[in-house]
């Protein structure tokens, strides 16, 4: 193993404790990945693995089709490389996935409405956000499909079922997750006032985004989202 794929291994098991820390993971059912780099590989969560026990040695590895490379006794979910193998075969720029069946991921996934563009976090995804109807469990070719919904934006709700979000590195993906799911929640509790919204300009919503896509940070975040779990797991990710 390289040392990049170590260091991307370190990364990734940070990522799914980062995750669980915050309250975004499902028990078994969700997923996070990243390409290595200029290859057709991929690492991704163990199956039946918690968030909070996943480290770097027990991430799988597996080609854009979905086939595990080596052995290290875990294997992987079936709907989770046919998701993210599909992304990473569908585009070049895409490094990282992340998927989440949050509480109030799921919430807005469910609104007809979808994302609301009505505070000055939510216009970090002004039309940055895909949308993919629900079609039952992942386990054929939805892959496929949800990439072919991505289309060029950054992040999906995936109706009735929960979040996605890609980035050019797991940072980014990493980043854009942490802020969907703070919107999600925003919306959610804003929502449940059952007052009216103050809405803001479509022409002000479009310069914010833009000011936001100009001071995007999102090694910054990584390295302080890392420094927030440090000493909090009782499994060791770097392991
Ligand atoms: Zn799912």
Redesign the pocket.
């Known amino acids: 193993m390289n040392l990049i794929e170590k260091e991307l291994r370190v990364k990734l098991a940070a990522a799914h404790h980062i995750v669980h820390y915050h309250g975004w993971d499902d028990l078994l059912?969700?997923h996070l990945s990243v390409r290595i780099p200029d290859t057709e590989m991929l690492l991704i969560t163990p199956l039946n693995v918690p968030f909070e026990e996943v480290c770097a040695s027990n991430l799988i590895k597996t080609d854009l089709n979905g086939n595990i490379i080596g052995d290290n006794g875990y294997t992987v979910m079936l709907?989770a490389t046919n998701i993210h193998a599909a992304i990473y075969r569908k585009s070049n720029t895409i490094q990282s996935a992340m998927?989440t069946?949050s509480t109030y991921g799921v919430a807005v996934s469910a609104l007809s409405c979808g994302l609301l563009f009505f505070n000055q976090q939510s216009l970090r995804f002004y039309d940055d956000v895909a949308y993919h109807d629900f079609n039952g469990l992942?386990l054929e070719n939805e892959g496929d499909e949800i990439v072919e919904s991505l289309k060029h934006k950054k992040v999906m709700v995936?109706r009735n079922?929960?979040l996605l979000t890609t980035g050019k590195s797991l940072e980014e993906a990493l980043y854009l997750l942490y802020y969907l799911e703070k919107v999600c929640e925003l919306q959610i509790k804003t929502l449940s006032t059952g007052q009216k919204l103050i809405e803001i300009p479509d022409k002000l919503c479009a310069k914010t985004k833009a000011q936001f896509d100009k001071i995007l940070s999102p090694y910054k975040e990584f390295e302080t989202l890392v420094r927030r779990i440090k000493g909090k797991s009782r499994v060791n990710f770097n392991d």
């Open positions: 059912a969700t709907q998927h069946h992942a995936l079922h929960g």
